[in-house]
């Protein structure tokens, strides 16, 4: 089972920046989001397809939509460059799977 | 929360190596952990999960019958042992712990491993 993203996004200064990830169990297991930024640890953005954790900026957001999740920042900024990845879980939900990773590159 | 881990080096083909992580600031006995890996300039891999109680574990196939992970929640303290090293398994490691968002919601700094003749 895998999930795929793609590799990398570029994008302006407060242009809007989307993610996807797509994978076949992804409609019946949650998806979820995480940053990292280089030589740190990851950091959950978006967690069950559209919940954001408290402390995280309200630009950031997720989307569902069939075998497809997608994390949308909008009005990016230099600070959000960095490594985004996917994450979820296989149909019998005991077996965890992070996409690709995408790296976002702020112009 | 907080997770240091440690036990990584270097260490040749076949051989084994035991990590651990060490837990505080929460009761251990009440999450679920995890082990993720990183090989240099890669992306994030799952490699093992342990229930709270230490009952159920679950492992990515590529370590299946090779890692085990454990835990001693007396000593707040989670473990993988890593036997048969490949190189292919030269990657930081990370502890990671459950929260109520995410099954890896706090993180490690990881421990370097690089299998390596």
């Known amino acids: 089972y895998e999930l795929t993203q793609p590799p990398s996004v570029s994008v302006s200064p407060g242009q809007t920046a989307r993610i996807t990830c797509s994978g076949d169990?992804?409609?019946?297991?949650?998806a979820y989001w995480y940053q990292q930024r280089p030589g740190q640890a990851p950091l959950v953005v978006i967690y069950?397809?559209?919940e954001r954790p408290s402390g995280i900026p309200e630009r950031f957001s997720g989307s569902s939509s069939g075998t497809t999740v997608t994390l949308t920042i909008s009005g990016v900024r230099a600070e959000d460059e960095g490594d985004y990845y996917c994450?979820?879980?296989?149909?019998?939900?005991?077996?965890?799977?992070f996409g690709g990773g995408t790296k976002l590159t702020v112009l | 929360v907080q997770l240091v881990e440690s036990g990584g080096g270097v260490v040749q083909p076949g051989r084994s190596l035991r990590l651990s992580c060490a837990a505080s600031g929460f009761t251990l006995s009440s999450y679920d952990m995890h082990w993720v890996r990183q090989a240099p300039g890669k992306g994030l891999e799952w490699v093992a999960g342990i229930s709270y109680d230490g009952r159920n574990e679950n492992y990515a196939d590529s370590v299946k019958g090779r890692f085990t992970i454990s835990r001693d929640n007396s000593k707040n303290m989670l473990y993988l042992q890593m036997n048969s090293l490949r190189r292919e398994d030269s990657a930081l490691y990370y502890c990671?712990?459950?929260?109520?968002?995410?099954?890896?919601?706090?993180w490690g700094q990881g421990t370097l491993v690089t299998v390596s003749s």
């Open positions: 069950k397809d559209i």
């Open positions: 990671a712990r459950e929260g109520a968002v995410a099954a890896f919601r706090y």
């Open positions: 169990a992804l409609p019946i297991q949650k």
């Open positions: 994450q979820s879980t296989d149909s019998s939900g005991t077996l965890y799977i």
